[in-house]
């Protein structure tokens, strides 16, 4: 249904040609998410002014296109064009009445951005979540078409017959109602998933940031799991979760990240992945520090009301803001990042790059003091527990930033929980000293 039409559609996009259809100058993104999909856009038609009710564009100006679109032959600037894109959130109307008027598969940006997720869901969870979005966006198209039977605007208008497109409508309601009682099996199994890391005294620390900030880069960097890296928008849509090296107990959850102007009933469609990673001890907000100040803003602005929104608690866990990719910038781009975060009144950013390693050590000993509080100092002496077995069991339990041995004691320095503290104390008063 992404074109109206399912005799048109396409599983490959690969080098199709397209036109695009705005009335906003900044493209930049819109034209970034159909790169992804592999679709070069042949030329941008710009009209200003307020989107039209019927079509968006001016009933005009789609008019002229549709001409130019019949007069078309070999060697024309428009040739191979079968694609109308429309950087835009329509109306299911307007995108029913463009497809009218063009004979052309059509897509909003709602539908482009479906397209990606289906290209991109790798995993059983991320292709039920896909599908449900696909169909619910389906479902709207579908009600417009019902109605314009009603109305009299297609055959069979009085009859007193059940038509085709009702039908249609009825198997997609149930086909949604189907996915959402499997998509609920997934909720409950992540959420007994959280339950029982909560019971073995693990900490989460959710990774969160608008599409394309470097989060499963970061993500690998900090646990050494291998995952899909790619420099492209959505390219991770399920839930991932890897403990972070040298860190008992501490787990990352990677996860979908965000977009600007995307429906909330889309987004929906996603909320128990989402919450795997909301429902967190700490948050990671990632921002990419080599966009422009404004563009990080926006991305930042973004990013913030969907996890408000999505949010169970309404103060939410702790938040630290990250500047990634620190790599592609100087120190006056890196500046002027910094200031950005810090003017929508956000405490100061750390800055890492994942690909070179910078700043990565530095997160993770503000990871652990966010979570654990300051390092503490463990004097281990000798006695009736054999010294090294105290001292591989702080290792097992703690991350250590250096060690001090004496004749008869040892000092550790590192972080470790209070429920862990608290046990060893208790198991070995006469061995075990703590302090701040």
Same mark, same amino acid.
């Given at each position: 249904m992404a074109g109206l039409d399912a005799g048109r559609?396409?599983?490959?996009?690969?080098?199709? %040609?397209?036109?695009?259809?705005?009335?906003?100058?900044?493209?930049?993104?819109?034209e970034a998410l159909a790169a992804t999909l592999g679709i070069n856009i042949v030329e941008t038609i710009f009209q200003r002014g307020k989107p039209a009710p019927r079509v968006h564009l001016g009933r005009g100006k789609i008019e002229e296109i549709a001409e130019q679109m019949g007069m078309r032959n070999e060697g024309h600037p428009w040739d191979g064009i079968d694609l109308?894109?429309?950087h835009h959130n329509t109306l299911p109307r307007q995108l029913v009445n463009l497809d009218d008027a063009l004979g052309m598969e059509v897509w909003d940006r709602v539908r482009l951005l479906l397209e990606l997720f289906t290209q991109h869901a790798a995993s059983v969870e991320a292709r039920?979540?896909?599908?449900? !979005? %696909?169909?619910?966006?389906d479902r709207s198209?579908?009600?417009?078409?019902?109605?314009?039977e009603t109305m009299g605007e297609r055959l069979g208008y009085g009859a007193g017959g059940r038509t085709g497109w009702r039908s249609v409508m009825e198997a997609t309601q149930f086909e949604i109602a189907r996915l959402r009682r499997r998509q609920k099996k997934f909720s409950r199994s992540l959420a007994e998933r959280r339950r029982q890391r909560v019971r073995s005294g693990a900490l989460s620390v959710g990774v969160s940031g608008y599409t394309n900030a470097g989060k499963s880069l970061l993500f690998s960097a900090l646990t050494g799991k291998p995952v899909l890296i790619q420099d492209q928008v959505f390219s991770t849509l399920e839930t991932t979760v890897g403990r972070m090296e040298k860190s008992p107990r501490v787990l990352l959850i990677d996860t979908i990240g965000f977009i600007d102007r995307i429906p909330a009933d889309l987004l929906d !469609?996603?909320?128990?992945?989402?919450?795997?990673?909301?429902?967190c001890d700490l948050l990671l907000l990632l921002v990419d520090a080599s966009d422009t100040p404004n563009e990080l803003r926006r991305k930042l602005a973004?990013? %913030?009301?969907?996890l408000f929104e999505r949010m169970e608690d309404a103060v939410g866990p702790q938040t630290l803001i990250l500047l990634t990719k620190a790599d592609l910038c100087d120190e006056e781009d890196l500046r002027k990042a910094?200031?950005?975060v810090e003017e929508v009144g956000l405490l100061k950013p750390l800055i890492v790059s994942a690909h070179t390693g910078a700043g990565l050590e530095e997160l993770?000993?503000?990871?652990?003091?966010?979570?654990?509080?300051?390092?503490l100092t463990l004097t281990l002496s000798t006695g009736e527990e054999p010294l090294t077995a105290l001292i591989a069991r702080v290792h097992r339990e703690a991350m250590v930033i250096d060690v001090m041995t004496r004749k008869d004691k040892t000092e550790i320095r590192g972080w470790i929980d209070e429920a862990s503290a608290a046990r060893l104390e208790k198991e070995h008063p006469e061995q075990v000293e703590i302090n701040s």
């Open positions: 559609s396409q599983t490959s996009h690969q080098n199709r %040609r397209a036109l695009l259809l705005t009335r906003e100058t900044d493209t930049a993104e819109f109308i894109l429309v039920v979540q896909v599908r449900i !979005a %696909r169909l619910l966006a198209i579908l009600r417009e078409l019902v109605h314009r !469609a996603f909320s128990a992945t989402l919450r795997e990673a909301l429902t973004t990013s %913030r009301r969907e910094v200031s950005a993770r000993a503000a990871i652990l003091t966010a979570l654990h509080g300051p390092p």
